[in-house]
């Protein structure tokens, strides 16, 4: 089974950082793009950045120049590093990854528990 299993996140004061960090694990043939999403209370869920296979990123407006993503290939991993974090940063914060489970099989978006990132003015 495809699990993706996120850690970090926690309660920071405004113009802190904090590091979350995800790790897909299980049998899997590939992996494409990796993205963080993040939803706060009585809102949708939100893209807040995404990374390709080939590195090549993406940014929600509201955290260009803040947030940075960064993935390793070789560790299946997916990293946020959030900087200059504002009260509306606070939210729970889900990594997700586009897996193809077998060479031949369709590709699928699979989700994190999520962590919950709260951070206070």
């Known amino acids: 089974q495809v699990q993706l299993v996120e850690s970090g996140g926690g309660l920071v004061q405004a113009g802190g950082s904090l590091r979350l960090s995800c790790a897909a694990s299980?049998?899997?043939?590939?992996?494409?793009?990796m993205s963080w999403y993040r939803q706060a209370p009585g809102k949708q869920r939100e893209l807040v950045a995404s990374?390709?296979?080939?590195?090549?990123?993406n940014y929600a407006d509201s955290v260009k120049g803040r947030f940075a993503i960064s993935r390793d290939n070789d560790k299946n991993t997916v990293n946020l590093e959030m900087n200059s974090l504002k009260p509306e940063d606070t939210a729970v914060y889900y990594c997700?990854?586009?897996?193809?489970?077998?060479?031949?099989?369709?590709?699928?978006?699979?989700w994190g528990q999520g962590t919950q990132v709260t951070v206070s003015s």
């Open positions: 990374c390709t296979g080939g590195g090549m990123r």
């Open positions: 299980g049998r899997f043939a590939n992996i494409n793009d």
């Open positions: 997700s990854a586009s897996i193809k489970a077998e060479l031949g099989s369709f590709w699928r978006n699979y």
